[in-house]
């Protein structure tokens, strides 16, 4: 599985961002997709998730400001992002999870960065 992730930029305090990430390669059988990010100095922590369902989880900093969604027939996963804060800044990567032979496999991409700046 190849995530690739796009949408990043350079964005202004109170602005908005959407981010997309397609899924190519053996896809069936990821049930889950996501976003996490990385600021600078800090460990990676969850963004929020999107299950093939539809059901969401949101980290308690991100709700009511970013809106994950998911198209299931192009396994792509979008993170719209209102209301920007410069504590936004930071490397978001990818994720899905797939089941697979062995167990559960989670994948990566190779993260997009989000700069919020004046």
């Known amino acids: 599985v190849q995530l690739q992730a796009s949408g990043g930029g350079l964005v202004q305090p109170g602005g908005s961002l959407t981010l997309s990430c397609v899924a190519s390669g053996s896809t069936f059988g990821i049930y889950i997709m996501g976003w996490y990010r990385q600021a600078p100095g800090k460990q990676r922590e969850l963004v929020a998730t999107v299950a093939a369902g539809g059901k969401t989880t949101y980290a308690d900093s991100m709700k009511g400001r970013f809106t994950i969604s998911r198209d299931n027939s192009k396994v792509t996963v979008f993170l719209q992002m209102n209301s920007l804060e410069p504590e936004d800044t930071a490397v978001y990567y990818c994720?899905?999870?797939?089941?697979?032979?062995?167990?559960?496999?989670?994948?990566w991409g190779q993260g997009t960065l989000v700069t919020v700046s004046s």
């Open positions: 994720n899905a999870y797939r089941r697979e032979d062995t167990g559960t496999r989670a994948y």
